[in-house]
T-cell receptor, first 114, second 110 residues
Framework: DAGVIQSPRHEVTEMGQEVTLRCKPISGHDYLFWYRQTMMRGLELLIYFNNNVPIDDSGMPEDRFSAKMPNASFSTLKIQPSEPRDSAVYFC????????????FGSGTRLTVV | KQEVTQIPAALSVPEGENLVLNCSFTDSAIYNLQWFRQDPGKGLTSLLLIQSSQREQTSGRLNASLDKSSGRSTLYIAASQPGDSATYLCAVQGAQKLVFGQGTRLTINP
């Protein structure tokens, strides 16, 4: 398995632009998570899905953030409009149905909003 | 709300030493605890996963222990090498949520 695949690896955008981050989870994993990592706050859970359904989005910072999972093999995290304080590394992770088997993380997307 | 604390925040030791990284958590109702390694500018690599019913796990020079009742875990690294330099993150899994500590930045000096 190729693991959790995220794209793009790096994104530089201007303030006010729309940004879309993409994630392909490991096949057979039915949980998908989006995390954000910053120096100040560390790793924070933004939202997670189970069987393509959003279960907990309490970590989504504002209405400018939205996430979708249209099928079991694809998820997006969208920021519209983007702001400089959104600059961070965004990680996607997936885990199998048997809770307790741990999470696998993607390589992350480093977002810079100028 | 689960809170995870890692001590120390940074550690620098000479090559060859054995060392211990500490992790504590406030809510003992966990499914498992996972230790990750993160190299600068890179993603998270899972090192060890300890199920809530287990006391420890070993992989090569790494040994992780779990004491759920006291809310503590340790990561023991034997015979440290410069390649072990990285940030080590402890994460506890509750009801599908993985909560992370702030990490310990480890530097092994040749």
């Amino acid at each position: 398995d190729a693991g959790v695949i995220q794209s793009p690896r790096h994104e530089v955008t201007e303030m006010g632009q729309e940004v879309t981050l993409r994630c392909k989870p490991i096949s057979g994993h039915d949980y998908l998570f989006w995390y954000r990592q910053t120096m100040m706050r560390g790793l924070e859970l933004l939202i997670y899905f189970n069987n393509n359904v959003p279960i907990d989005d309490s970590g989504m910072p504002e209405d400018r953030f939205s996430a979708k999972m249209p099928n079991a093999s694809f998820s997006t995290l969208k920021i519209q409009p983007s702001e400089p304080r959104d600059s961070a590394v965004y990680f996607c992770a997936s885990s199998p149905p048997n809770r307790g088997n741990g999470y696998t993380f993607g390589s992350g997307t480093r977002l810079t909003v100028v | 709300k689960q809170e995870v604390t890692q001590i120390p925040a940074a550690l620098s030791v000479p090559e060859g030493e054995n060392l211990v990284l500490n992790c504590s958590f406030t809510d003992s109702a966990i499914y498992n605890l996972q230790w990750f390694r993160q190299d600068p500018g890179k993603g998270l690599t899972s090192l060890l996963l300890i199920q809530s019913s287990q006391r420890e796990q070993t992989s090569g020079r790494l040994n992780a222990s779990l004491d759920k009742s006291s809310g503590r875990s340790t990561l023991y690294i034997a015979a440290s090498q410069p390649g072990d330099s990285a940030t080590y993150l402890c994460a506890v899994q509750g009801a599908q949520k993985l909560v992370f500590g702030q990490g310990t930045r480890l530097t092994i000096n040749p």
